[in-house]
């Protein structure tokens, strides 16, 4: 069964408005959070227009996706790995 949040064709298709690009930068965002209190990451979710319910649907489907597909972890990881700011090629 394909979770509602996942498209049947299309898995670079963006989780609940959001690109894999987007994904990659808010990851980055949080990571830099790490250790910090329950507030900042609240201010880094606010500061990508992100409520924490919309974040954890976003969170769990890309999440899923990396698990489940190669290409999409392959992506993911090139993404994460590029300097930030560099364009997504496909994936807006």
């Known amino acids: 069964m394909i979770p509602s949040n996942e498209p049947a064709r299309d898995p670079l298709a963006p989780v609940d408005g959001m690109a894999l690009s ?3 930068e808010v990851c980055r965002a949080l990571v830099r959070t790490a250790g910090d209190s ?5 201010e880094v ?9 919309r974040w954890e649907r976003i ?3 890309w999440s899923e996706r990396i ?8 992506e993911f990881s090139r993404l994460y790995a590029a300097p930030s700011g560099e364009p997504a090629v496909g994936n807006e």
């Open 45 to 53: 979710l606010a500061a990508h227009d992100l409520t924490p319910d």
């Open 67 to 74: 698990r489940r597909h190669p290409r999409i972890r392959t």
């Open 22 to 24: 987007g994904y990659v």
């Open 38 to 42: 329950t507030r900042r990451i609240e």
């Open 59 to 61: 969170r769990e489907g």
